[in-house]
């Protein structure tokens, strides 16, 4: 993988679902957070730097930068969707585990933010991933939404797909302006999902 953007040009076919070996997933880390700081566009070297390796141990794991970055975007859906069911058992509530998992994804929101530019335009590979997150996500909200409800007593006034199209809208702002509050904004949605029923 170079950066240039001839090197860009395709798309590898997702990754095996699950975990990957505990060697990438450490590349993956230091590539998600590279992402967040630098962009989806960001040297090779430094992500490389980021992990502790040398540039060709990313080649090898990753030999463009689209295979790169649609790793990340799988890496990180599955840590979002596998906190969630740690989350619902370790937390004092159900109504804190739902609110500190929403904070998980509004930070996988940001590392995602970029991919769909990263991939040129492959509307094929785009409709893959939004398919395999929605999949994967939508479920694991809704029982995190789920309990938290019934903890409350309180009748779902929206599902869980819904709450998170309304919380990427309400991330959508954080990318442009440092002062937007996109973190407070969904907390305070959540607060309004919880609090209130269709009525």
Same mark, same amino acid.
Request: charged share 20%; hydrophobic share 45%; net charge negative.
């Given at each position: 993988?170079?950066?240039?953007?001839?090197?860009?040009?395709?798309?590898?076919?997702?990754?095996?679902?699950?975990?990957?070996?505990?060697?990438?997933?450490?590349?993956?880390?230091?590539?998600?957070?590279?992402?967040?700081?630098?962009?989806?566009?960001?040297?090779?070297?430094?992500?490389?730097?980021?992990?502790?390796?040398?540039?060709?141990?990313?080649?090898?794991?990753?030999?463009?930068?689209? @295979?790169?970055?649609?790793?990340?975007?799988?890496?990180?859906?599955? *840590?979002?969707?596998?906190?969630?069911?740690?989350?619902?058992?370790?937390?004092?509530?159900?109504?804190?585990?739902?609110?500190?998992?929403?904070?998980?994804?509004?930070?996988?929101?940001?590392?995602?933010?970029?991919?769909?530019?990263?991939?040129?335009?492959?509307?094929?590979?785009?409709?893959?991933?939004?398919?395999?997150?929605?999949?994967?996500?939508?479920?694991?909200?809704?029982?995190?939404? @789920?309990?938290?409800?019934?903890?409350?007593?309180? *009748?779902?006034?929206?599902?869980?797909?819904?709450?998170?199209?309304?919380?990427?809208?309400?991330?959508?702002?954080?990318?442009?302006?440092?002062?937007?509050?996109?973190?407070?904004?969904?907390?305070?949605?959540?607060?309004?999902?919880?609090?209130?029923?269709?009525?």
């Amino acid at each position: 993988m170079t950066d240039t953007e001839s090197d860009q040009s395709r798309v590898a076919q997702p990754p095996q679902v699950g975990r990957p070996r505990r060697s990438q997933q450490a590349l993956l880390d230091a590539a998600a957070a590279v992402f967040v700081t630098s962009g989806v566009d960001a040297p090779v070297r430094e992500i490389a730097a980021k992990a502790g390796v040398g540039v060709g141990t990313i080649y090898r794991h990753f030999p463009t930068r689209p @295979e790169l970055v649609v790793a990340v975007y799988r890496h990180q859906v599955e *840590a979002c969707a596998e906190a969630g069911p740690r989350l619902l058992a370790e937390s004092a509530t159900p109504e804190a585990a739902l609110r500190a998992w929403v904070d998980l994804f509004v930070d996988f929101l940001v590392t995602k933010h970029g991919l769909a530019g990263a991939l040129h335009g492959d509307s094929a590979g785009s409709d893959a991933l939004h398919t395999y997150f929605v999949g994967r996500l939508v479920p694991v909200c809704s029982d995190l939404l @789920e309990a938290a409800l019934e903890s409350v007593d309180t *009748a779902p006034p929206v599902d869980a797909y819904n709450v998170l199209k309304g919380i990427g809208n309400l991330c959508i702002g954080a990318a442009s302006d440092a002062q937007y509050e996109a973190t407070i904004l969904v907390q305070l949605l959540i607060s309004g999902v919880l609090s209130r029923g269709l009525r």
